[in-house]
RNA sequence: CGGGGCGUAGCGCAGUUUGGUUAGCGCGCAGCGUUCGGGACGCUGAGGUCGGUGGUUCAAGUCCACUCGCCCCGACCA
């Protein structure tokens, strides 16, 4: 492709809206420009890695048996009620209307349709297992679409699918997507962390997520640097304390008077006490009952597995009606007495007594002692693990930080497949729902994730596998007549032999062409300039190093093909 | 949806507090000339009606009301 061809301008600057790193560069790459929030155009540059990026994707679905298909956006109602997310899914589901007032929706992931294909099909065991996926259009109207290509409205997922005849054989499939996946992520030149994760809306038994550490991720991850153990904040467990007091011998409860002491901070300070001497009361609303969910001082309550704990889509803080209407006296709630409520303890507060509240204004309660004072029939995991704690593998402390969730893997088992009958008849004559999984990758994502792992102060370097071109060849001098013809001459020897190559045949300073090809990042900058041609030679420069070596001429266009060989995904000739 | 910020030329910004002649600057863009290995220089030039609507006023980029859009934090997140 000769540069002086190419749509799409360099940027100097980014526009001001653009605040993350790899976002900036995207756009003054000239890779993508937004069209509205969360909703982007890919101009030609972009558009390369993108379909490089599928490439690479397909390359590994294809190798687990994977079968491309290509399902709509535009779907309609009744399958999504059919699957019950029509009802569970709030604004984020993108609904629409055609002229005959019929409801549609606008796929946000396409379990419904793939299940529907599978019913209408499969009657047999003899017919299982297979997987089908597709690179695909995705809507979501996000309530706070942000960051670039981070979240879109409307972005390219690659969807898989598949269907099993029982669960052992999705348990014995799956570690093969898993695998897969790894595979993408290292090839396209990101280190993804696998991560145990919640499954959310989508459901099912199990799941994972890939993650990259990264800033401008939106996930946590809780890790241990000492044996591995990486998981969501969502769903991280950390190892209980062991118990420090005897039990036996702990006093009985004593009322203590805490006129306006409301905050664990100012108990902290009213008893001189550090915060895991407190007990943690939080009255959340779930399903329209009130429940308490009770946790040491010094830790706070994660939401999603108290949701998971309590089998409902989620939870939320009960207000201050809510609370007015139960009597319950604000910053002195405690489990202790409290019988018009269910309780939920975390798991890591047995084994000690705490100063709790008394469920009486301006009175505390010393010397409480779970399961003597108030009841632990109802004891889970519940509190959020953070940096510091246990890990629950081998003990050490954990270390948290920002995660960007690259895909997802999810057995599925048979929540679609029974609400939809996708039904099969096994070797018995038997008829059993079919087990699922499901796995995405969003591909807008992972090349901002592969922008963001690759770049220096100059611009993306790209790694060879998604580069939008392997050589950018810059043609310095080219008024003069001996050097046109030299660099046209190189870009037109290297297309014949099937080297993707961008031309930069602009009439511009050598300035401005370098600053370009250091910003796009192609893998290797081959120039050609007055100065090289007196020494009968090329320079070349690789992106990532900059160091620059001379390669005679006559040997040019064997040494750059071999540089570039690296890439077995080619598009079309540039 | 709650909180915060911002809309003036393709991009980056000044001007708005304290209304007052033809709305500025840098980059970019067009033409000509000089340059040509790390975002060159000179001259000439094109380009905006100040997000939109309504209002106040002799007069509105500037004040008021409404409204649209974009960004960030939070809630949410398949």
New binding site residues.
Partial sequence: MRQSQLFG?????????A??ESYRLIL?AALAR?V???IYSYLPLGWRVMQKIGAVIRDEMDKIGGQEINMPVIVPAELWKESGRWYA??E??WRIQDRNDREFVLA??HEEVVTDLTRRDVRSYRQLPYMLYQIQTKV?D???????LI?MREFVMKDAYSFHPDSEDLDRYYPSVYQAYVNIYQRVGVGAIPVQA?????GGTGSHEFLLPSDIG?AVIVRCQQCGYAANQEIATAMQQPPSVDVAAAPPPELVETPNIKSIEALEEFFNLPPDAFLKTIVYSVEGKLVAAIVRGDQEIN?VKLANALHV??V?LANDQELANLHIATGFVSPVGLANLEVLVDDAVPGRSYIAGANRKDYHLKNVLPGRDFPLDHTVAIALVTAGDPCIRCGNPLVTGHGLELG?TFKLGTKYSAAMHADFLGPDGRESPIFMGCY?IGLDRLLSAVVDANHDD?GIVWPASIAPYQIHLVG??L?RPEVAIAADRLYDDLRRQNVEVLYDDRQE????K??????IGLPLRV?V????LKQNSI?L?PRRT?E?SLVPADLAVETISKHSALTSHALSPA
């Fill in positions: 301008r360099t940027l100097r600057q980014a526009p001001a809206e605040e993350n003054r937004q509205a929030a969360g899914i709030d984020t589901l946000m992931t979501r996000e309530p706070r679409p942000r960051g670039g979240r919640d499954p959310g809306m989508i939106e939401e889509p989620g939320r997802h995405g100059r310095l001098n008024d300073s050598p300035g401005v370098f600053a370009d090809a250091d910003l120039t300039s007055q100065r090289t320079e420069t900059r620059n």
